[in-house]
Nanobody
Framework: QVQLVESGGGLVQPGGSLRLSCAAS????????MGWYRQAPGDKRELVAT???????NYADSVKGRFTISRDSAKHTVYLQMNSLKPEDTAVYFC??????????????WGQGTQVTVSS
């Protein structure tokens, strides 16, 4: 069984920064893509950013130039550096990993979510 554990959420003022972390743990798994999604109250979950095992990144237009995704493959960890935060970035942020665990089929795994609130 693979688990994704997020950390780093919290309350920040507009214009501030936060760094989210997500570590995958378990036995014998291969990660292909890791990413971050977010969901605000009443909204659908939306993609924020993804990064492949080869380091290719993809960002939502709304966060380009402000957020940076990175990963430490040796630690099975993905990070999201969020700068110039805006009130509209307020949401629960979910870590996602596209991976294969042991002989099980490749599929998506999700973290429990971490709250990010941008408010003065």
């Amino acid at each position: 069984q693979v688990q994704l554990v997020e950390s780093g959420g919290g309350l920040v003022q507009p214009g501030g920064s936060l760094r989210l972390s997500c570590a995958a743990s378990g036995r014998a798994f291969t990660i292909y893509v890791m990413g971050w999604y977010r969901q605000a109250p009443g909204d659908k979950r939306e993609l924020v950013a993804t990064i492949t095992s080869g380091g290719s990144t993809n960002y939502a237009d709304s966060v380009k130039g402000r957020f940076t995704i990175s990963r430490d493959s040796a630690k099975h960890t993905v990070y999201l550096q969020m700068n110039s935060l805006k009130p509209e970035d307020t949401a629960v942020y979910f870590c996602n990993a596209d991976l294969r665990a042991g002989w099980n089929p490749r599929r998506d795994y999700w973290g429990q979510g971490t709250q990010v609130t941008v408010s003065s």
